[in-house]
């Protein structure tokens, strides 16, 4: 099983930049897809961005293609997710998950860090 722990959340204006990150610990980091979820008050997480074992294959949401970009370090057991030319709706809640198996997926995810709060101004 793999603890995570995101960080790198704070308040940013809109177009500006920000990354986050997700440390992983307590399993094979590399055999975990891993992926970046939403989450605003009175609404239903949402999928961000996923990324492969290797790094070499990536999923986006439509609301963030284009803008974010995912990538992943299995040397250090971390996880980035590049925000660039934010916006005021990318305001929420970042988790960082993972999930067993192969496949890049937008749910079905086993395992969840705690959240970052990220908050644009415009």
């Known amino acids: 099983q793999v603890q995570l722990v995101e960080s790198g959340g704070g308040l940013a204006q809109a177009g500006g930049s920000l990354r986050l990150s997700c440390a992983g610990s307590?399993?094979?980091?590399?055999?975990?897809?891993m992926g970046w979820f939403r989450q605003v008050p009175g609404k239903e997480r949402e999928f961000v961005a996923a990324?492969?074992?290797?790094?070499?294959?990536?999923l986006y949401a439509d609301s963030v293609k284009g803008r974010f970009t995912i990538c992943r370090d299995n040397a250090k057991n971390t996880m980035y997710l590049q925000k660039n030319r934010l916006k005021a709706e990318d305001t929420a809640v970042y988790y960082c998950?993972?999930?067993?198996?192969?496949?890049?997926?937008?749910?079905?995810?086993?395992?969840w860090g705690q959240g970052t709060q990220v908050t644009v101004s415009s």
């Open positions: 307590g399993g094979t980091f590399s055999r975990y897809v």
């Open positions: 998950a993972a999930r067993t198996g192969l496949r890049l997926t937008t749910r079905n995810y086993n395992y």
């Open positions: 990324i492969s074992w290797s790094g070499d294959s990536t």
